[in-house]
């Protein structure tokens, strides 16, 4: 469906004074370049203000077939017709013509341009031949890469544009043979563009695109279509999807097979093969190619109407390239070729009555259809329009290749925070303008070239009948006088206006259908938001003020699409929302542009959308109190329940809090909650009734309570500029309640609403610790509660080290907890496998007179590294500060080693600083394969011991005497005596040898 609006695209009109009557016409980089009828000279008209005037002019070898202009390499390229002959040639540097230059150079593609260039100015213009075994029959340019297609009976030959360096270090242009494309079919048009290529038939179009790859993927490419053409040829009724033989070898009937479109590698099922030749050479040898199909599709001829083939057939074959720019938040738009990175592609063909645009880049699919109400004769696709010519009219479509490209440009961009009118908006006619006897048109920039040629009765009536303007702004050109007396023949130059007046001249049309048609409104405002954004992501945009006042614009229209989708009520109402993000107003901007519908007295509920997730969102922007009133009483009427989560927001702390109080009351008699108890209890804090505030904290156990703060995170944290910040109930419970505190912070961890360092920071703010080594107890609290509630491997490690360095540091600087800890030794070991139990040797070891904090920060420590969990090699460089003197140090380093196998470095420290715990020790520690440590190191250590302290320790000697007694139950009677010094005392060893000895035995 095609929507009709009357819009002035066009602001002026001239008349390109040609001498003689035109037969070809093409468009430059800013030029036009016309080719007389019958004639082998092409004029070259430019714009001088208002005015077209002659450039220069130059003449070809032959009359002019076609022609075609490449952007890049700024070249033309003809086919011309010489003695019956077509032949294919490029014109280079033919600028210098218009410096009264004659000079002219002629060669033959590939020749060595040192012999060709060699004391030659290179103030010239060049004509290089390109010889093809066929005769040419059409022709494109890659807007991209320069690179030139070449359409042949069944063939389509590629040349590459390449830069030389000639003699004096001159760069030339040349092109190289690089590609052959063997089709079975005879193209009528083609396109290239960045390496795809289509081409049409009468009745056919096939897209595919050429890459660069492998020799085998290249031949495993050319096998599947050989073996389907094959197939096809050996059973024709295979397939329903082989288009009918050409009009030539049917002389009797006609037969019509059903449109088909086959897009992706479905189209290789086709009937159009085509085949790879590479001719392209490089210094490892030939290029190798291959095949990425993406689109064949097979047209009915229209038999409605008798009328010639040529008038039934496809036509307008072109590609459309869109590149990405700067102007919407991505890297600096570089306008140059060489800076150009190509976002989507666009292809366009038509059929009499019907234009199709395809979208064939990322994902191929069809983005729009037109429908012409008469017979189309041409059509050029731009970013921003489709223009078509009639007989008699000049037609202006709206197309949708900017939101293609926006969405191919950003994937997501189809959120809450951004958007953009769909694909499948549906096309819209701004203008059609009279033109009498058009044939031809073309385009560049904001130019669109019309050929007109009339007969004789259409110029008399034209003289009878004053023409119609272009616009009520159209500025004609002042050889009116000199039109009227001219023959049949014109070639005009229609100016369309500037987007942003075009846009100006949309938001005002719009206003007509503002309270009788919403859709009609909405769809003229997407149109103008499309234009803007097309024309902001034109490559060649470089005038500063042009882009500010486009970005004006697309913020205005933003406004304006967010104003239609919060008023009225459609199923796309939500989209109010990114509208508005995109817009640059703030909340306090959008509320007062916002009023009730008078018939429903209620706010739209796009704007309610609006409103309940902006307030949901932590912005920077605090609303004033007129404003958070406003906000409150509009959620109020609509979405009661949605009240507690908005005075939770930063943008409500202006908010009157009685009348916060009142609405929560209400709404707690209606639906009481956990949630709603906590948010009066904030709003009485604000009021400082503490009274209330206590009230309230006390109907709910402290889970409920943190299950609330849970299902409302903003009652304990807001974040501003990417940083979390207390609130005042977070304060009030850090006094009050810290356990519910922490637990709420803990189960707000555990379902992914903060990350740890930002937990780290909060706390360190909530309790004011703002230095680096200061370690405030509440996040020791969160980091132990974290710890017992099991968390993930990729965390676990760093709570654990985070942890044992604070009880390090604890026990090396005698630091005092800020609040009393949450948690004890006993409560995190019967709580956590992550703390172990305290072996029993370490509380065997006399301590010294330690204060509280100093115990607990060790028995925490002890009972950490007696867990399975905590890396030890990681925790003795810390120990390094620890006071090496007392037997609290002592019994860490032990730890330790006994956990990393170092049980006879162990013992010697035992021995050497506390004797009295070595038993106990070795009692826990040498067991099963440990064992023998008691009569291999603790034995002979006791007794050299001993022997030095001439048996007056006592320790030592009670010491001895329990390992003789574990010795000589373990060993036998011989391997007891081996054992024992030679050295000794027997009448201390052996009577204690018999003793147990005798005992084993009666055992």
């Known amino acids: 469906m095609v929507q009709l609006y009357n819009c002035h695209p066009f602001g002026s009109q001239q008349i390109v004074p040609a001498r003689q009557e035109p037969e070809l016409c093409c468009c430059g980089r800013d030029c036009i370049f016309v080719v007389c009828a019958g004639g082998c000279k092409v004029e070259v008209f430019t714009s001088r203000g208002e005015d077209w005037s002659l450039l220069c002019t130059f003449s070809t070898l032959g009359r002019v077939l076609q022609m075609s202009y490449s952007d890049k390499g700024d070249y033309l390229v003809t086919i011309e017709e010489k003695n019956k002959v077509a032949t294919l040639r490029t014109y280079m540097n033919w600028r210098c013509k218009s410096n009264g230059n004659s000079r002219v150079s002629v060669r033959m593609v590939g020749l060595k341009l040192e012999t060709s260039c060699s004391g030659v100015s290179r103030d010239q213009m060049e004509i290089v031949e390109l010889p093809l075994s066929e005769p040419p029959l059409c022709i494109s340019c890659c807007s991209f890469q320069g690179d030139l297609l070449v359409g042949c009976r069944n063939k389509l030959v590629l040349f590459s544009l390449k830069h030389e360096i000639a003699s004096n270090d001159l760069e030339m242009l040349d092109f190289e043979r690089s590609l052959i494309l063997h089709i079975n079919v005879t193209p009528l048009q083609i396109a290239l563009c960045a390496g795809y290529v289509s081409f049409v038939t009468e009745f056919e179009v096939v897209i595919f695109q050429v890459l660069l790859g492998s020799e085998e993927t290249s031949n495993i490419e050319l096998e599947n279509m050989n073996r389907t053409t094959k197939q096809q040829a050996e059973d024709p009724k295979a397939s329903m999807l082989e288009a009918p033989p050409s009009t030539d070898e049917l002389d009797e009937f006609v037969i019509c097979q059903r449109p088909v479109e086959l897009i992706g590698k479905e189209s290789k099922s086709s009937r159009i093969s085509v085949k790879l030749e590479s001719t392209g050479l490089t210094e490892e040898g030939t290029i190798d190619y291959q095949l990425h199909y993406i689109l064949y599709r097979y047209f009915t001829p229209d038999l409605s109407q008798v009328c010639p083939v040529e008038e039934t057939r496809l036509h307008s074959l072109q590609m459309l390239p869109m590149y990405r720019t700067g102007c919407f938040g991505k890297e600096d738009g570089d306008p140059s070729a060489q800076g150009r990175e190509l976002l989507s592609l666009f292809c366009f063909f038509s059929m009499p009555h019907v234009g199709y645009l395809y979208t064939i880049g990322k994902s191929p699919a069809l983005i729009s259809t037109y429908q012409y109400p008469e017979r189309c004769q041409q059509a050029v696709l731009t970013p921003q329009f489709l223009h078509v010519i009639t007989s008699t009219n000049l037609q202006c479509f709206t197309v949708r290749c900017s939101a293609a490209a926006a969405r191919d440009d950003d994937p997501y961009i189809d959120t809450t925070m951004k958007t953009c009118p769909p694909v499948t908006l549906d096309v819209c006619a701004l203008r059609m303008q009279l033109f009498i006897g058009l044939k031809a048109i073309c385009h560049f920039r904001n130019h669109v070239i019309l050929l007109t040629k009339a007969n004789t009765e259409d110029v008399t009536e034209r003289e009878k009948t004053p023409k119609r303007k272009v616009s009520r702004k159209s500025v004609f050109s002042k050889r009116e006088t000199l039109a009227e007396a001219e023959p049949g023949w014109n070639l005009y130059v229609v100016n369309s206006i500037s987007t942003s007046q075009l846009y100006k001249e949309m938001v005002e049309y719009s206003k007509n259908y503002t309270t009788i048609r919403t859709q009609s409104s909405i769809h003229l405002l997407s149109e103008a938001h499309l234009l803007v954004r097309a024309a902001l992501m034109d490559h060649n945009l470089i005038d500063m003020e042009e882009k500010e006042n486009l970005l004006k614009a697309f913020k205005d229209s933003c406004v304006l699409l967010g104003d239609c989708f919060s008023r009225f009520d459609t199923k796309y109402s939500h989209l109010a929302l990114p509208y508005y993000k995109m817009s640059g107003l703030s909340m306090s901007d959008i509320l007062s542009r916002t009023s009730l519908d008078e018939e429903s007295q209620k706010y739209g509920k796009g704007f ?185 491997e990729s965390i676990l490690q760093d709570l654990l080290h985070k942890l044992t360095s604070h009880y390090i540091d604890m026990i090396s600087k005698v630091k005092h907890p800020d609040t009393k800890p949450l948690k004890t030794t006993e409560d995190l070991i019967n709580s956590c496998s992550h703390f172990g139990l305290i072996y029993p040797w370490i509380t065997l070891m006399p301590l010294e007179s330690l204060p509280e904090t100093y115990s607990m920060g060790l028995a925490k420590l002890q009972a950490l590294l007696c867990g399975p969990s905590v890396a030890i090699s990681s925790v003795l460089p810390s120990l390094e500060t620890v006071p090496q003197e007392t037997n609290a140090a002592l019994s860490l380093r032990v730890l330790c080693k006994t956990r990393l196998g170092e049980y006879e470095e162990s013992i010697d420290s035992l021995l050497d600083q506390c004797p009295e715990a070595v038993i106990p020790y070795a009692s826990h520690e040498l067991k099963d394969g440990r064992l023998a440590l008691w009569w291999n190191k603790l034995l002979p250590e006791l007794c050299k011991r001993t022997r030095i302290d001439e048996g007056q320790n006592d320790v030592l000697v009670s010491a001895l005497k329990e390992t003789l007694t574990v010795v000589a139950m373990e060993l036998d009677l011989r391997d007891f005596l081996s054992v024992c010094p030679d050295d000794g005392n027997v009448a201390f060893f052996l009577p204690y040898a018999l003793q147990h000895s005798t005992k084993k035995f009666i055992a």
């Open 608 to 792: 309610i959308f609006y409103l309940k997730h902006s307030l949901f969102e932590d912005l920077d922007e605090e609303l004033n109190e007129e404003a958070a009133t406003k906000a409150l009483h509009i959620l109020n009427d609509a979405e009661k329940n949605q009240i507690p989560h908005a005075l939770c927001s930063p943008c409500m702390q202006n908010v009157c809090p009685k009348i916060a109080m009142k609405y929560l009351q209400n709404l707690e008699r209606a639906a009481p909650s956990t949630l709603v108890t906590l948010t009066k209890a904030v709003i009485a804090l604000k009021m400082q009734d503490f009274k209330v505030f206590e009230t309230e904290m006390e109907k709910h156990t402290e889970m409920m309570l943190v299950c609330g703060l849970l299902d409302e995170p903003r009652l304990l944290l807001h974040r501003r500029k990417e940083q979390i910040h207390p609130t005042q109930l977070a304060l009030s419970l850090k006094d009050s309640r810290p356990g519910v505190l922490v637990a709420s912070m803990v189960t707000l961890h555990e379902h992914s609403k903060i990350e740890l360092n930002e937990a780290t920071l909060y706390f360190k703010e909530l309790c004011e610790s703002y230095e680096d080594d200061n370690v405030p107890q509440l996040l020791v609290d969160f980091w132990e509660s974290l710890v017992v509630s099991c968390p993930q």
